[in-house]
């Protein structure tokens, strides 16, 4: 089945119809879906097991029995199921909201994402991945689809500091760059839902090269932490599964990175930055005088 194509669908239904061939654990699951719980959207797998009093590996097993291949696709189809065509842009607007309103609802929901995230960010986990950083002899920044311009900001950052880092947000590449890593080394890995499982491939080889491992990710409960020696979260309460305010906090996260590495030595920070910006103002200069 996986990703019903229709935009209008009953997930209830659909699972009522697969009902009576799930297994005794499967239709706990589904009795949790099927019963009306608010906010099942927010839900991660390891949370609907643990309501459900299953395992983690019964619900993917009760989305595979479905046609899914992975948690992911069932959520997104759950998401689409429960959400009117405008609610799945955004959560809080509506068919009618004119452009000024629809403008300070997207505003207030990043800024609700920024004060969620301030809640949760611990202020040792974020002392230690700065001194990891530090530290490392080399920098890995990986993340794939929507997180890869996150990870591509995050390196334009830190280079700058004269940090040895690479940005990868190929999954083939991803794994090749972490074959060459050592013990010495850090992997810096961008997955909102921590489920994807590209970057859960490379990380779970980087660990085991024994680099160390810092996660930036929306999902405390994915098997991305389980790697991971560090886990800064980007909180958001939207629903949807490509989030937006996730990234903002995400862009925000990799700022206080930069700023908190920068002040690890503030002086050769600002000569690297001065000859970066000499480097730029020469070259003006020079395409200038060929006009």
Known sequence: MAQIESEAFDMGSVIRGYYPSFTPSEKKVADFFLEDNPGIIRMTLVDVAAESGVSDASVLRFCRSMGYKRWLEFKIDLTRSLHRPSEQLLDEVKEDDPPGVLAKKI????????TDTIAVIDEADFEKAITMISQAEKTLIIGVGTSGPIAHEMYNRFFRLGIDCRVQTDSYLQVMETALLSSRDVVIVISQTGDSTDPIRTIALAKQKGCSVIAITGNSGSKLTNYADVVLLSVSHETRIETMASRIAQYVITHALF????????????????????????KAFFQEKNY
């Open 107 to 114: 505003f207030q929901c990043s800024i609700q994402a920024l």
């Open 259 to 282: 700023v908190g590495l920068m002040m690890e030595n503030v002086p050769e920070a600002v000569t690297k930055d001065q000859l970066i910006w000499d480097a730029i103002m020469e």
